[in-house]
């Protein structure tokens, strides 16, 4: 079963599929209106989310499918104890498709190893976000025309930015990028994000803490939060929370084609008044999020069947043996005289049926 837990469980060539089916969706959402109809998305927010609740489940809906779920840990039994192995046991029972989000790291792979459905982590602590990657992707590619050949310069809480971390593992794979990591010394990036991911794939990058410096040399700016909520120490973070805050005479020296991205939500760090600057493209990037989402359930959806069919049919489930014949003549059937004809129903009322080998449509045994 194909879960999406890291952004590396997508291959760069899925992801040109989920931006190609994301940007169609965009230009003709009528064509997807009834694509998941039956259907059903469960929606499991174990921490506050506004984007990516909501986009998922407007997502869902939007392909004409059904949602269930909660907002938060004490509306689900997690609340009396129960293991998040057991609770995504249970709703698959229920649901077709799961998006969770939870505090704790490594719970989506938890989720994913319990589950018979597909699991998208939707935000596991501070750890990675690989949905929120998908948007920050279309969004690149949609304003640069490329995702090759960039400086991206990531700025604020690089130490548990779960959207930096999945960010600078997609980006990864494509040439010639370069990343910035600007941050204050207690928020700089992870040891194994930077030996593992960067110096593995053999990323140009530097470690500064200055915005002013870095920025002229930038494609691409990611501003992120920090954010309180994952301080043990309240008076840490409020030395840290306003060490970069991105205002219009910070942008003086940002080239012209320069574009701002931000996970959201924001607090200090970015300014309204970028808001109207042709380079800020944070809110554009959270309606990418919706579309990036709704090619990921497509996908994800459609591969869950195809995994079904195949273990149907191991199963032997839908099977017919030696009423019909096939005739290719390239059939291991055609050498190996002992074998079993046996051939999989496709439409049994139009006589629709094909064999298990070849996939040649069946004539009736003679
Ligand atoms: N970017 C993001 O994950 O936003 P939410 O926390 O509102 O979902």
Redesign the pocket.
Known sequence: MKSVVDILDLSKEELASLMATAMDIAAHPEKYSDKCKGKKLASLFFE??????LSFEAAMMELGGNVIGFAEERSSSVAKGESIADTVKIISLYADIIAM?TPKEGSALVAAMNSDIPVIN??DGGHS?PT?TLADLLTIYKEKGRLDNLTVGFCGDLKYGR?VHSLIAALSRYTAVKAVLISPDELRIPNYVKYEILEKNGVEYVETHSLEEAIPSLDVLYMTRIQRERFSDPTEYDRLKDTYILNPEKLINARRDMIILH???RVNEISVKIDSDPRACYFKQ?LN?KHMRMALILMLLDEAAKNREREDLLAGKKLVYNKYRCIGQRCITATEQELEHIFKEIDPERGIYRCIYCEKKAVIAK
């Open positions: 506050p989310s506004t984007r990516t609740r989000r939707a935000g976000h929120q959207t996970p959201l939500p959270a999020g």
